[in-house]
């Protein structure tokens, strides 16, 4: 059974309906964050790079990153209003947080003392909450909830 090895939780600033999870040292990246970002899909992977299409136009979404030893349980879909998996690649074991509007922000995600092929789920709910603030207030806090799990891939 996989174990837990880390938990973090960090705000993540959302602008323009997304944010990134990357790279920490985003100079070799083929396309760093936030080109090519696409509009209306839940969560996109690029080279050393994850986009998170947020339901909320400008706010900040409550973020919990786990990091597991191997697949962690399955998460309830019913406690979710997305969920997504994908496969990403670290060449240094650290991924930052990425806003469109601030860049890179200062909290640092350790998966690894080196980089490696992980496994990732997302989950996200309270996105008719971030939408609805959106529009009403403008900015919105922690009303978008997420859970990104990271695992090591098995060959």
Not at 54 to 65: I, K, L, R
Not at 122 to 151: H, K, M, N, P, T
Request: glycine residues 10%; contains cysteine.
């Amino acid at each position: 059974m996989a174990e837990l090895v880390r938990q973090q939780h960090l705000d993540a600033d959302v602008g323009y309906h997304g944010f990134g999870l990357q790279e920490s040292d985003d100079g070799d990246l083929p396309v760093p964050f936030p080109d090519d970002f696409k509009q209306g899909d839940f969560l996109n992977d690029f080279p050393g790079r994850l986009d998170i299409f947020s339901a909320g136009h400008t706010h900040t979404a409550a973020v919990t990153v786990e990091v597991w030893d191997g697949e962690p349980p399955e998460q309830d879909p019913s406690l979710w209003d997305e969920q997504a998996e994908t496969d990403f690649e670290s060449t240094s074991g650290e991924v930052a947080v990425w806003s469109m509007s601030l860049g890179r922000a200062d909290d640092v995600i350790t998966l690894a003392d080196s980089g490696g092929s992980w496994r990732v789920r997302v989950s996200c709910a309270g996105r008719d909450e971030a939408a609805a603030l959106s529009e009403e207030e403008g900015i919105g806090e922690g009303a978008e909830r997420y859970l990104v799990q990271f695992w090591p891939a098995t060959a």
